[in-house]
């Protein structure tokens, strides 16, 4: 609190000195009343936003407005209404809004937090990059394969000795991405290549603090206020300055028209267009590109990962039952496959639930309209800021069985069959639906699956004692430090 009681006193001297608020956007969905400069921030807390979110929802409604300091935003809540928004209504919906974080970062040069022409060109671009570089195909089935076989490896040198699976797990599921992108994976001990995943994994817990929260709601203030979200931008020059050098390694040792991953199509790109005074493919949008790609395919899967070991271990019986299926349909003679996924209901089950119960990204990005809609009573203007709150289609009681508990029977029929739904939704939906979902997948399944076919999970703590609250939510929920010892099977 002592935070906001000192951004009090920096507005209100803002406000002294005769700077006003932006232009109201018209008449919105009814929501909390605000106060001046605040907002509803006083309401809404300086920690759990989407929980607080989540009970305004109840008094408001499906479409609801907060105002996050003088910057109002409209709330979808619930899986239909989200659903109604950005599938019914994708073009409508499907811009992107800002966070003063990553807009200072990206300048609005990246895939992810671009609009209009250059992002639809990146987009239509990187999604047939990936699919020539074999996303979606068995070719990067057995990438994420080799990994996990060089995970186990790393995992069965610890011994039965506690200890924290952060960094083994961010070590996989970064080199499979890199491998993508860089064309190369890293040895789990190499320098340059822990120091790159201790800043991807610091950005990501600050942004997910109430430091990152305040930045992107005060960015002018938080910009002259001492804090650890200053390390954001620091940690992103360092991550540009890796970037850039392996850019131009790769320009360096490239054959034209021959690209082996990522950044060798995009150097390609650049040759053809660069006597288009239109194009969008400069050595600045690459950067930022590659950025987006490794964060965003890095961070919230190994997330998931880290926090579906810690669950597992809370749950021990749901463990014993997912080993004793993958013994049963899968064996240990050879590691499991992508095709074992519709023989292992419960296990899939399981991993979905997962995925559900923590919503690793509960208030999605920040979406803008790109057009005036009506959309449920109401009318909303071009330019409108919008918040898809997807916890709340994940923890929606017309769709899910006790949806504040873990229950694998979320995603079973009577028949203990695998039954998906549509109201599951962690990596949003729509047009800014997250490029790189298909991968996600690929790797929660296979690195989880193969982990359990090697290795017992002992907790060091009692079932009862683990707590599986978030160690802070923003913009993800950040799985809480835990140590663990792993027995050969």
């Known amino acids: 609190m002592w935070l906001l009681f000192l951004l009090c006193l920096l507005l209100l001297a803002l406000v002294l000195q005769g700077r006003g608020l932006k232009g109201s956007q018209g008449r919105l969905p009814p929501g909390p009343m605000p106060l001046p400069l605040l907002g509803n921030l006083l309401q809404l807390g300086p920690s759990g936003l989407d929980k607080r979110l989540m009970e305004l929802s109840r008094r408001f409604g499906s479409v609801f407005t907060v105002r996050l300091g003088p910057q109002p935003f409209v709330v979808l809540s619930g899986s239909s209404a989200l659903r109604e928004a950005l599938l019914l209504q994708a073009d409508t919906f499907g811009g992107r809004g800002g966070m003063a974080s990553f807009d200072r970062c990206t300048l609005g040069k990246g895939i992810v937090f671009s609009n209009g022409h250059l992002w639809h060109t990146l987009r239509t671009f990187t999604v047939g990059a990936l699919k020539k570089l074999g996303l979606g195909t068995r070719s990067i089935e057995e990438r994420i394969r080799e990994e996990a076989a060089a995970l186990v490896q790393e995992l069965a040198v610890t011994k039965e000795v506690p200890f924290n699976p952060l960094r083994h797990i961010r070590n996989a599921v970064a080199n499979v991405i890199c491998s993508v992108v860089f064309g190369e994976r890293y040895t789990y001990e190499d320098p340059d290549f822990r120091t790159l995943l201790d800043l991807l994994n610091d950005n990501f817990q600050i942004l997910s603090s109430q430091w990152g929260q305040m930045y992107n709601i005060f960015p002018s203030l938080l910009d002259w206020i001492p804090g650890p979200h200053h390390r954001i931008f620091s940690n992103f020059k360092k991550l540009q300055a890796f970037i850039s050098e392996e850019i ?16 060798d199509f995009f150097l390609d790109q650049m040759e053809k267009e660069k006597q288009d005074p239109r194009t969008h493919f400069y050595l600045e949008t690459l950067v930022m590109t590659t950025h987006n790609l490794f964060f965003g395919g890095t961070e919230t899967t190994s997330t998931t990962i880290h926090y579906g070991l810690l669950i597992l271990l809370k749950y021990p019986n749901i463990a014993e039952k997912m080993q004793e299926e993958i013994d049963s349909m899968v064996g240990r003679a050879r ?155």
């Open 335 to 489: 590691p499991p496959c992508l095709e074992d996924r519709d023989r292992l209901p419960y296990t899939n089950a399981v991993i979905h639930e997962i995925q559900r119960f923590i919503s690793v990204v509960p208030m999605g990005l920040p979406h803008i309209l790109t057009q005036d809609t009506h959309f449920r009573g109401h009318f909303l203007t071009k330019g409108t800021n919008i918040i898809p709150l997807l916890i709340s289609a994940h923890q929606d009681p017309t769709q899910f069985k006790d949806p504040e508990n873990f229950n694998p029977n979320n995603f079973l029929d009577d028949e203990g069959a695998f039954q998906n739904n549509e109201a599951f939704m962690p990596f949003a939906l729509g047009k800014r639906i997250c490029l790189g979902a298909g991968l996600a997948r690929m790797e929660i399944f296979l690195f989880l699956t193969t982990i359990l076919q090697h290795f017992t999970l002992c907790a060091v703590k009692r079932p009862e004692e683990i707590d599986l609250s978030p160690k802070s939510t923003g913009l993800g929920n950040v799985s809480p430090p835990y140590e663990l010892r792993l027995k050969p099977r």
């Open 248 to 263: 131009q390694k790769h320009k360096e040792r490239r054959q034209p028209e021959e690209p082996r991953n990522f950044i």
